[in-house]
C-alpha cells in the first residue's frame, strides 16, 4: 500500500502546498534536538537492550503524505513481536508492554526516534500522527484529504487524545470504538487545524504538547 493509487486518493495537484516555513522550522528544531539529546538515546538504548530481549528500534510501516508509505521509528517498549500477539493499538496496562516501555510510553520518550523521520523529510514536529495502512484503507474520501499533510510526531489531536490507552481500556470493544470513534474525531481535529495552521500556532502545540507530558505530572 505505498502508492496512492491503491488508496483511491484525490488527485495531487488538488493538495496544499507544502510551507517552506514550517520545513524551516522542523530542521531548525531537529537538527539540533538529535544533537543534543544523543547522550539520552544511548543511555535509554542501553536500558531497553538490559530490560528485555528484542531490537532497541521499533520500525513499522505507516502511511505518510500522498499516501506514501514510510518506516517510522520508535524506541521499542513491547515485547518481540508484539504484533502477532495481539492488536495494533495499545490498550491500557497492556501486558506487552516492557518496564522500560511503560516509562518510554508515559512521556512519549519512545517516540523521540523519529526526530530521524523528521531530517529525512518523511514527518514534521507537528502534523496528524501517521496511520497503519489497515487502518488508512478504512477512510472516507473526506478523511484522506488528512494524507494531503505531512505527518507529525504531535499534534492537536495527539494532545486531546493523550489518554487514548486508557480510553480504549475502558471499552468494551476497542477496536471497534478506535475504528467508529477515536479515529474519525482524531482526523477532524488535525484537518481542522491543518487548515489554519502556521509556524506560530506550530510553535504553540510543541508548548502545549510539553506542557501536558511534564506539566501536570
Known sequence: MSSTT????PEVETWPVLS????????????????????????LALWIKLDSRGPVFFLQERIGRGGRSFRIWKFRTMV???????TQITIGRDPRITRSGHFLRRYRFDELPQLINVLKGEMSIVGPRPEVPRYVAL????????????PGITSPASIAFSNESELLASQADPETYYRNTVMPAKIQLDLQYELQATVWSDCTIIAKTFFRLFGDK
Do not use: H, M, W
Request: aromatic share 6%; glycine share 2%; net charge positive.
Open 139 to 150: 477512510y472516507d474520501r473526506a478523511q484522506r484529504r488528512i494524507l494531503a499533510y505531512r
Open 20 to 43: 517552506p516555513a514550517k520545513r524551516c522550522l522542523d530542521l531548525v528544531l531537529a537538527v539540533p534536538a538529535t544533537l543534543l539529546l544523543l547522550p539520552v538515546f544511548a543511555l
Open 80 to 86: 518481540t513481536d508484539a504484533e502477532r500477539l495481539g
Open 6 to 9: 491503491s488508496l483511491n486518493l
